[in-house]
């Protein structure tokens, strides 16, 4: 339920990969106030799965955490793109891989109070070796990881992206509930 109503939208920056509005709220007891919000468009994120049971691990500079951190692929939705399609361009560009097989893990919001972000989870089996297509992937190498070593880098806190964080949780419970299929 919603406790008070929007009075105004003001943009006040609006960038290449995202939005800065200011929103002016009246709370449910009449008070107003402000929300910072950014607009940023729906996006993908991948737990890639070997033949071998490794997941594939992007390691990479993130210029706002000021070091290299361990990620499952991730990327963005483009405009009229079907998500499906934007999993597999992703895989290509950041892994070099070309997904045969997709399921659907979930989907969750990164960051809702200040972002209206919106991530969609998938599983990606039977992978093809295929040409890596984006430009920009020269700092980008991958890590296998073993599945059953994920637990403990997710404990140690050497995976601390977030949405790896969730995302590789969400896979181990996938794992879990349809083991017999594992």
């Known amino acids: 339920m919603k406790p008070g109503k929007t009075l105004s939208r003001k943009i006040i920056f609006n960038g290449r990969a995202v939005k800065l509005r200011v929103d002016t709220v009246q709370m449910a007891d009449g008070r107003q106030t402000t929300r910072e919000i950014i607009e940023h468009g729906a996006c993908i994120a991948v737990v890639a799965v070997d033949e071998q049971n490794n997941i594939l691990l992007v390691s990479q500079f993130r ?107 969400m896979y181990l419970e996938y794992r879990k509930k349809n083991s017999k299929t594992q």
Do not use: F, H, N, W
């Open 63 to 169: 210029e706002a955490a000021e070091k290299e951190l361990l990620e499952i692929p991730a990327g963005g939705i483009d405009p009229g793109e079907d998500v499906e399609a934007a999993v597999k361009r992703e895989m290509q560009e950041e892994t070099g891989y070309l997904p045969q097989q997709l399921v659907r893990l979930g989907g969750y919001y990164l960051a809702p109070g200040y972002s209206t972000e919106y991530l969609q989870l998938y599983l990606a089996k039977d992978l093809l070796t295929s040409r890596l297509v984006a430009e920009d992937t020269d700092g980008i190498s991958i890590v296998r990881v073993p599945v059953s070593q994920i637990r403990k880098m997710l404990s140690s806190g050497k995976i601390c992206d977030g949405k790896s964080i969730a995302g590789l949780y």
